[in-house]
């Protein structure tokens, strides 16, 4: 059974820094992506990271202030969050994609996790 876990959420303030994870079962995956879904809003890409690591693509309004990395022994990929802004409160979900690419959309992702809360206050 194939299953991806985020943890690491909560609640920061602005400026702040979190780290989400994510843990993978049941496979291994190509690239690994985030995504993120504010209330009232449709679900944006925010990073993805490529099965060695090598290649990894950032959204515009993260770029610089998130770092996505993976540790494959365990199976796990990682979101680091610096500078956190009020405008980065949303559910982060991790999702991945068993064919070798490295995409941005989110409807090129085979698997999803629950999500996890992040809120940010001012």
């Known amino acids: 059974q194939v299953q991806l876990v985020e943890s690491g959420g909560g609640l920061v303030q602005a400026g702040g820094s979190l780290r989400l994870s994510c843990a993978a079962s049941g496979r291994t995956f190509n690239a690994m992506g985030w995504f993120r879904q504010a209330p009232g809003k449709e679900r944006e890409f925010v990073g993805v990271?490529?099965?060695?690591?090598?290649?990894?693509y950032y959204s515009d309004s993260v770029k610089g202030r998130f770092t996505i990395s993976r540790d494959n022994a365990k199976n796990t990929v990682y979101l680091q969050m610096n500078s956190l802004k009020p405008e980065d409160t949303a559910v982060y979900y991790c999702?991945?994609?068993?064919?070798?690419?490295?995409?941005?959309?989110?409807?090129?992702?085979?698997?999803w996790g629950q999500g996890t809360q992040v809120t940010v206050s001012a």
């Open positions: 990271i490529s099965r060695s690591g090598g290649i990894t």
């Open positions: 999702a991945a994609v068993r064919r070798y690419a490295v995409p941005s959309t989110s409807s090129e992702y085979d698997y």
